[in-house]
C-alpha cells in the first residue's frame, strides 16, 4: 500500500512539474487535462470512418484536423483512456428514433476497428447504408459494450465476432440480417450480460437455445422477431446455462409450445417474459405459474385456449398479464377465481380482450386491489357488471366495450375512482343512470359510452368533465337539446361524436370552443338539428353534420381557414348555396360529402387544388356544368359520386387517364351526352360505373373488358380499401366511404361485410341512347354482381358466353331492340335473382335450367317471338319436333359449345368417352347432357354429338400440331 501511494504521490509531482514546465515555455494550453493528447494514428482511424459519412446534422462538427480542433480526445463521442491517452469510448448513438433523429449515414470502414482499446462502442440509430459488419471487429479484444442497433447493416455476421471475448453488451437489433446462417461465435462470449438480436432473421439458427445456454452471465435476451421456428431438442445439456436471466423476449417468432422445456429452466430468475405473437396453442402451461419472480407476462396474440391454470395465483410479484387475442374460451368467473391467490394483490394490469370469454364479471374483482388497467373489450362477456367494481381505487382505465353486458350502470360503480382516466363500455346493452346531481369522483381523458343507453335527457353528470380529449355517446338515446355548458367542456377535446341520437336545437357559435385542441373532430350526424350551421374554430380537422334538418348557405363554412380540415359531410341536409368557393383553404381534405341538399352551380375550377381528395360527393342537389378539367388534378380519388344533378356536357376522356385511382364513378342521372369514352377503360380499379339516366349514345365499348377488377376474384382494390381502413385507424376514412357508397348508391342499402364488398360489382348503362351490340367482351367481366344496359337502343344478341358471369344476381336487358335466341349458357347463372328481359324481339324457346324458370312471365313479355316456361307452356313446334332431332339446340350447343371449347377440355371429354366406351351409348349420353345441359333425347342425337366433338378435338389437334410443325 505504502509503496503504491508514494508511488501516486511521485507521478502527481512529476504532472505538476509538467505543468509548470509547459506554462514557462509559453504552450498556449491552458486548461486541466490537457497533457492528453490523442494518438495519431487512432485520429487517422477516426477521420478515416468520419470520410466515409455523411453529417448532415452536423454531429461531427469538432472533428478535425484544424489545430484547435486537433486533439481527438476532446472529439464529441469520444473518450480517451487518462492513463495511456487510447481512444476507450466511441458513443455516437442516435438518442431521438423516428422521424427527427440526427443520424449519420455512409459506410461503417472497418478503420474504426484499428481502434483496438475501445472498450465502449455506441452506434445505434446511425444509417450504415446496408453496408456488412467488417471482420475487422475481431480485432477489440478489449470491447465490453458494443450497441449496433437499428444501424440499417445487412446481410451476415462475421464469425469474427468470437474474439470479443470481453463484451458483456451486444445489441445488434434492427438490422434485418437475413442470412444468418449460425451463432457459435456466441458461446466464446462467455462475459456475455445483455444480448439483442431481435428483428434479424435467425431461423436457420437450429442450436440458438443451445449456444444460449453455455452464457453464464446473461441476464438480458431479446429475440424478438427472429423468425425463430421450433427445433428444441429435447434434452439440452444445461451445464454453465445462466441463474440470472431476467428478462427474455421471445414475441413475434413462430413458436410453439416446445419451447417451454427449455424456458422453464429459467423459471428461477425470469422476472419480464415476452412470449406474444407466436404459434402456442392449446392451454396454457400449467409451469408458468412457477415461475414466482415474474413481473410482466406477455401471451397474447397466440391460439391459447381454455381458462387461466390455478397456478398464476401464486404469481406473487406479477403486475402485468397479457393475454389480448387469443382463443380463451373458459368463464371470467372462473378465471378470475384461479388468479385470487398473492397475485391478487400484485396485479396492476389485467389484458384479456379479444378473446371468447363468456360469463358474467364476477364480485371478486374487488379484491384486486392494485388494479390499474382492466382491459375486457370484445369477448362475449354477459350479466351484470358488480358494484364492487367501484372499489378498485388504483383502476386508471375499464376496457369492456363489444360483450354483451346488461344492467343498469349507476354511481356506486364508480365510488371509490378517482385515478379512472379512460373509460369505454360501448357496444353493450349497459343503461347509464347517475343521479341528476352526482359528481363523479374522476376526470375522464377518454368517454367512449357509444350505444349504451344515457338518454333521453343529456347526461348532466358531463358537465364535471373537465379535461376530456375523446367523448363518444353516440346512438345513446340522447332525446334533448345540447345544454350550454356542454360546449365548454370540449376545450381539449379532439373527437366528439354525439351522432345517433335525437339531439334536437340550434348550435351556438363554435369558433371560440375547443380553444386548447389542435385538431378538433366533430361528428353530429344523424340527429335533428337544425338552423343555420354554426361556425366552426378555424382548425377543425373533422366535421360530420350528415342526416340533420341544417339549413341555410353552405358558404358560412368557409371561416374555417385552419387548413387541415380532412373530413367536411354535410349529406343529407337542407343546405343551399353554391359549392363552397373557398376550397383553397382546405388543401388536406380528404373526404367531401355535400350529397342530397339544395346545392346548385359549377364546381369551381379551384377543386383542383385538393390533391388529397378522395371522396367526392355532390348526388341528388342542382349541380350543373360541365365537369372541371381541374377535377383531373385530384388524382387520389377513389369515389366520385355526381348522381341526380344537372351536369352536361361530355364525359371527360380524361377521366380513365388522370382519375386513373377511381373505383367508384356515379355520373347517373344527369345530362350527359355524346359517347361513352373508350379512356373509360382505363380504370382499372372500378368497381361501380353508373352512367345511367343520361343522353349517352353510341356503343357500348369493346374495350370493357380491360375494367380487370370487375373480371378478377382478388381485387386490389378492394385490398386497398380494407388496408387503408385499417392503416388510418385514427380516422378510419377509407372504411367511412365505402359504407356511404354502399349506402347511397340509390338510396338501397347494400350490406357488405368485413372485406366483402363483391355486392358493389356493377355496371350500370341503363336508359340513355346506346346503340350496336352487347359487346362479347362484356363476358370477361366474371365478378360482375349486377348489369343494366335496360332502356337503349341496343341490337343484336346477348353475347352467347353471359353464362361464365357466374357472379350475376341482376340482369336488367328490358326495353331494347334485342334479338334471337336467348343463349343456353344463361340456364348457368345460378345466383341470378333479378332477370329482365322484357319488351326485346327475343325469340325462340326460353332456355330451361333450375334458376330461369323460377322467374315469372313478367321478367320475358314483351317478346312475341319468344316460347317456353314461363312464358307459354310449350313452344309452336313442339308437337311437330316431337321425336326429330332438334336441330335447333344442337346449333345452341355449338354455340355454347365452340368458344369455351380448350384443347384440356377437349381430352377431359375424350378421357370420358374412353371410361364409359364399354357402357351403353345412351348412359353416355345421359352423363353429357348433364353435364352440358343440352336437351337430347334420342341415340342418334347423341351419336352426332359425340362425332362432332372428337371432329373438334381432331381438328384441333392438327391445327396445333401444324403449328407446332412450322
Ligand atoms: C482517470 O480515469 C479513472 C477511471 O477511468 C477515473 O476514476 C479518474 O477520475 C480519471 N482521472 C482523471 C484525472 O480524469
Ligand atoms: C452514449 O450516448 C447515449 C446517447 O447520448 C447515452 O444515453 C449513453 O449514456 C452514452 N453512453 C456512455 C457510456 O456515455
Ligand atoms: C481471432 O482470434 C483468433 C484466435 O485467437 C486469431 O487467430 C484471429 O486472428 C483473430 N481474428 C481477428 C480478426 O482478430
Ligand atoms: C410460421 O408458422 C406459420 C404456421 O405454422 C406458417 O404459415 C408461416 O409461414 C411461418 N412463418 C415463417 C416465417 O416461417
Redesign the pocket.
Known sequence: MKILGGGSLQLGYAFLILLHMQSSIGISSTTAGDEVRCIESERQALLAFKQGLVDEYGRLSSWGSEEEIKDCCKWKGVQCSNKTGHIIVLNLTVQQYGIDRHDLRGNLSPSLFELQHLTYVGLAGNDFNSSCIPESIGLLNKIQHLDLNDCNLSRSLPSQLANLTSLQYLDLGFNYFNNVKNLEWLSYLSSLKHIDLSANDI?KVNNWPQLINKLPHLTYLSLEGC?L?DAIPQSIPMINTSTFLTDLDLSGN?LTASIFHWLFKFGKSLVNLYLDDN?FHGLIPENLGHMTHLKTLYLSYNQFEGGIPKSFGNLCKLKFLDLDDNYLDGMLPEIIGNLSGCLQLSLERLHLSENKIKGPLPEMIKNFLSLQSLELFNNQLNGTVPKSIGLLSNLEGIYIFNNSLNGTISESHFSALSKLRELDMSSNSLSINFSHDWIPPFQLDYIKLRSCKLGPKFPSWLKSQRKFSFLDISGSGILDSIPEWFWNLSSRALDVNLSSNHIYGILPDLSTKFSHSLRPGIDLSKNKLEGPLPVFPVNVTSINLSENRFSGLISSLCTITGGILQLLDVSHNQLSGEFPDCITQWPRLVILNLANNNLSGKIPSSIGSLYNLESLSLQNNNFSGEIPWSLGNCSALHFLDLNYNSFSGKIPTWIGERLSSLIFLLLGSNNFSGDIPLKLCWLKNIMLLDLSNNDLSGNIPSCIQNLTTLAQKESSAINYLIAASYVDDNSGYSAYYVDKASIMWKRMNRDYENGNLKNLKIIDLSSNKLTGKIPVQISVLLELVQLNLSRNQLTGWIPPNIGQMRQLESLDLSWNQLSGQLPWSMSQLYFLGTLNLSYNNFSGRIPTGTQIQTFDASSFIGNPALCGLPLTPTCPDDEKSEGKPKNRDIAEFWKWFKPEMELGAAIGFVGVLAVKLDHPWKHLCSLLFNKVKVRLSNLKDCLYLLVAAVGLLVREYVSRLGRKLK
Open positions: 431461423g423468425n421456428q413462430n404459434q
